[in-house]
């Protein structure tokens, strides 16, 4: 399977006259999906990681950013619960943990509100999502339903933006460093810990959409709900480009005070 071969791909699909026929065309699919449709390609975060946007306008980021972090155990959950295999929840399981963390130990949403309270932002105002963005709610709230709405292969196969998201945590933490006085290396511990966290998952999900996709139409799932995946974290960054860069702030959102 080449890039060639994929130009009929839509925004919802891979399209319908592409057959893949192994677990190889598979996987080179998908990495095709992640090169060209991951949000690393998204304007605002070309202007985020080159220190182009002002203070406000990271912690408005962060705010909405917010919303998808906090809400990762909540779908990981969901995905639990798809499964009756005890190995499958097993090795599920951590990914709440990451997040959530337990008893006397950090987990990643603590380290985003770290991110968050560093930028000056009010960690109550944060947890309350009061002043995010609609798309924002809107775009976390569909990946939930579809994780809960769609095969259980679909709800593994929408994980797999975690193959790409290693490099673009490193450019996020050397970017901004770079470029902004107000961001210090201990406010970016939690992009720090995905460099690990984020490969170790992506493995377990690719080798299991490899393993349990077996005909052609159920290797399309797989492809479209990554591409389903990319379009949630793609419309996050419009809607931020919209409301922040562009000026249209809508009623009631968070309105920046440092410019």
Known sequence: MNAASLTGMTALSIGKDIQLTSAEELEATLRHIGA????????????????????????????????????????????????????????????????????GSEGGIERWLKLTEGLGLDTAYVESTEGILPATRFAVEAYVHYCREKSPLEAIASSLTELFAPNLHEERISGMLAHYDFVNPDIMSYFKRRLTQAPRDAGFALDYVKAHATTPEQRAQVCNALIFKTNVLWVQLDALYHAYVDGHIPPGAFVPKEN
């Open 36 to 103: 060209t449709r991951y949000h690393s390609l998204h304007p605002f975060h070309k202007l985020l990681h080159g220190g182009k946007l002002n203070k406000g306008q990271v912690q408005a980021w962060a705010l909405n950013r917010y919303y998808y972090q906090s809400t990762i155990p909540i779908k990981d959950a969901v995905v639990i619960s798809r499964f009756r295999d005890r190995a499958t929840r097993l090795e599920w399981r951590h990914r709440i943990e990451d997040h959530d963390g337990d008893v």
